[in-house]
């Protein structure tokens, strides 16, 4: 009997350290918790995407300034598709919509502008605007380049 109640007193305090480990472990949680920001989900953007540009943080290369026209910067192809007045500021800030090529002129021109201005871009300005004028010839080719320079320019640092 004495045995049964040593056995009974050390399952009782083992279950007592338990919970008491379970409860500091929760309110350490909840306190860590409470120090992060009410953000589930949070996105940075980097100094190259088309939304950086078009704030104007930062000064733009000099060979491409922000009055620069579309036409002037990627050619007459261009022309076909977009205003012969748009600027390159006007493309960085361009709301993303369901037209390939507004997607497309929009990375394009981030993808430019960091090709000047940041050091081990993955394209230089004369693959960019040679990829923009081939990325015009259809909607396949214009959202495979969309994407191609969406990933270098979120890559970018």
């Not at 007045?85 to 361009?94: H, I």
């Not at 909607?139 to 640092?157: H, P, Q, V, W």
């Amino acid at each position: 009997m004495r045995s049964t109640s040593l056995l009974l007193s050390r399952l009782i305090l083992l279950l007592f350290l338990t919970c008491f480990v379970a409860m500091t472990s929760a309110t350490t949680t909840t306190t860590t918790l409470k120090r992060q920001p009410g953000f589930l989900y949070s996105r940075t953007r980097g100094r190259c995407s088309p939304q950086f540009w078009s704030s104007r943080r930062e000064a733009w290369p000099r060979m491409v300034p922000q009055t620069s026209t579309v036409l002037n910067v990627f050619g007459s192809r261009a022309f076909e598709r977009y205003r012969s007045d748009m600027t390159l500021l006007e493309s960085t800030a361009r709301n993303e919509d369901a037209n390939v090529f507004n997607k497309l002129v929009k990375q394009a021109s981030a993808a430019l502008l960091n090709s000047y201005a940041r050091k081990g871009f993955p394209y230089s300005a004369w693959e960019v605007k040679t990829l923009m004028i081939q990325g015009l010839v259809s909607e396949d080719a214009a959202a495979r380049l969309t994407k191609g320079f969406s990933i270098a320019n979120d890559a970018c640092i």
